[in-house]
C-alpha cells in the first residue's frame, strides 16, 4: 500500500513528536489499535512517518480483545494492519464481564484500568518501551475541563509520560489534531472504524463537555483559550490553600474576644 499523509497531518503529527519528544533512535512502540477512527489514524501516520523520518524505530499494534464476543477475530484490523506492514497482536481478557457487571462501580475507570495492566504485562513481555494512544486535542481539553469540573483538579494527560512501576513511557502523537481531522480521516487511511463493542460507549460526561464546547457562540476561540490555560507557565492567580478548621478557628480567636 502506498502510504501518504496530507501536510496539514504531518505538520500537526511531525510538532507534537519534534516539541514533546515522542520518539528516539531504537524505540520499540506499541500502539494501542482499538480499531476506532483515532488509533487507525494513529497507527497510518506512525507506517508513514516511519519511512519518512531520519531515525531508526519500529511499530506494532496491540489490541486488548475486551472479551464481548467469544474468539472474535478481528480481520478487518489484521488486513489493515497487512496492508500498513506493521505487526500486529492481540491480547484475550474478560475485562467484558467486570464492565457489564451491574454491580460494577465506575466500569469505565475499571476498564481502562485493567487494560492498562493487560498492556504493561504484554509490553514487559514483548520488549516494547513505548505505549502510542490515539488521544487528540480535542480529548486533553475536554478531560482538562472535566477534572475541574467533576473533581476539583486542574489537570489533564500528558503528551508524554514515564509509569515508573512499570517502566514505560505513554505517549500521543496525534493531540494536536482536533478531533474533526481524526473523523475525517478514513479518506485517507481506507479503514473504516470499528464500532466500539462496549455498551456504555457515548454515555460518558466527555459526551456533556463536548456539547458545552460547542454550545459557545466563539467555540473555536474557546477551545484555544482552555488549551492556553493547559499549559504550564500559564498564569495563575489562585486563592490560597485551604485551611483546616482548627486553623481557621485559631485565626477566629485571636481576632474576636469571648
Ligand atoms: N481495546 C483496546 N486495545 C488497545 N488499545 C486501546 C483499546 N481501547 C482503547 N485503546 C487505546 O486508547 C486510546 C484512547 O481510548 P478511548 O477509549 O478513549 O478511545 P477513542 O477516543 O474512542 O479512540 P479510538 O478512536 O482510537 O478508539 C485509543 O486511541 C487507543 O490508542
Known amino acids: 500500500m502506498k502510504l501518504s499523509l496530507p501536510k496539514s497531518y504531518t505538520r500537526k503529527i511531525a510538532r507534537a513528536i519534534a516539541e514533546f519528544e515522542l520518539i528516539e533512535e531504537g524505540d520499540n512502540i506499541l500502539v494501542g489499535f482499538s480499531g476506532g477512527k483515532d488509533s487507525s489514524l494513529l497507527l497510518y ?46 491480547e484475550r481478557t474478560k475485562i467484558s464481564e467486570i464492565i457489564t457487571d451491574e454491580a460494577t462501580k465506575n466500569p469505565c475507570a475499571k476498564c481502562a484500568y485493567f487494560r492498562k495492566g493487560a498492556i504493561s504485562k504484554f509490553m514487559k513481555e514483548g520488549g516494547f518501551n513505548k505505549i502510542a494512544y490515539g488521544h487528540h486535542y480535542d480529548d486533553a481539553v ?7 469540573l467533576y473533581s476539583g483538579q486542574v489537570k489533564t494527560f500528558e503528551p508524554k509520560s514515564y509509569l515508573d512501576n512499570s517502566d514505560i513511557y505513554v505517549i500521543r502523537p496525534l493531540l494536536y489534531l482536533r478531533e474533526q481531522e481524526t473523523r475525517e480521516a478514513k479518506k485517507i487511511t481506507e479503514f473504516e472504524p470499528i464500532p466500539s463493542p462496549c455498551p456504555h460507549d457515548g454515555e460518558t460526561k466527555r459526551e456533556e463537555i463536548k456539547q458545552l464546547l460547542r454550545s459557545f457562540d466563539d467555540s473555536k476561540q474557546i477551545f484555544y483559550n482552555v488549551a492556553a490555560a493547559m499549559r504550564e507557565g500559564a498564569p495563575l492567580q489562585l486563592w490560597p490553600q485551604e485551611l483546616a478548621d482548627k486553623e481557621v478557628l485559631e485565626k477566629t480567636n485571636k481576632l474576636w474576644k469571648g
Open 142 to 148: 475536554e478531560t482538562f475541563l472535566m477534572s475541574i
Open 45 to 90: 501516520a506512525l507506517a508513514t512517518l516511519q519511512k519518512s523520518m531520519g531515525i531508526n524505530f519500529k511499530v506494532s499494534a496491540l489490541t486488548i480483545d475486551l472479551g464481548f464476543e467469544e474468539d472474535a477475530e478481528f480481520k478487518e484490523m489484521k488486513d489493515y494492519c497487512k496492508k500498513l506492514e506493521i505487526p500486529y497482536y492481540i
